[in-house]
């Protein structure tokens, strides 16, 4: 069983930054494949960034490209999440999710995913 716990949202003006780390429970974090999801008031969950277990391989959705970073610590179990010019249309309820034996597979459909965080908000302001 693998708890995660999400953390580093908050409010931030537009072209501003911030940094979510998702902290892992669990001996075997490192050979998860984690993904980050966020989702706005009244959409639906929407994929964000994706990372492979050793973090040798991301991908990320096309409106985040160039301004987010996924990235891995497997010694402290924790993954991040840079983001950089925030836009308001950011602003969402943002979500780690992770799930075990997929070695070298980035896995983009929330559905893929066993494990879930209980979220962190992020608010960019105009």
């Known amino acids: 069983q693998v708890q995660l716990v999400e953390s580093g949202g908050g409010l931030v003006q537009a072209g501003g930054s911030l940094r979510l780390s998702c902290a892992a429970s669990g001996p075997t974090f490192s050979t998860y494949a984690v993904g980050w999801f966020r989702q706005a008031p009244g959409k639906e969950r929407e994929f964000v960034a994706a990372i492979n277990w050793s973090g040798g391989s991301t991908d990320y959705t096309d409106s985040v490209k160039g301004r987010f970073t996924i990235s891995r610590d497997n010694a402290k179990k924790t993954v991040y999440l840079q983001m950089n010019s925030l836009k308001p249309e950011d602003t969402a309820v943002y979500y780690c999710?992770?799930?075990?034996?997929?070695?070298?597979?980035?896995?983009?459909?929330?559905?893929?995913?066993?494990?879930w965080g209980q979220g962190t908000q992020v608010t960019v302001s105009s």
């Open positions: 999710a992770s799930r075990a034996g997929v070695y070298g597979t980035l896995l983009y459909s929330a559905s893929y995913y066993d494990y």
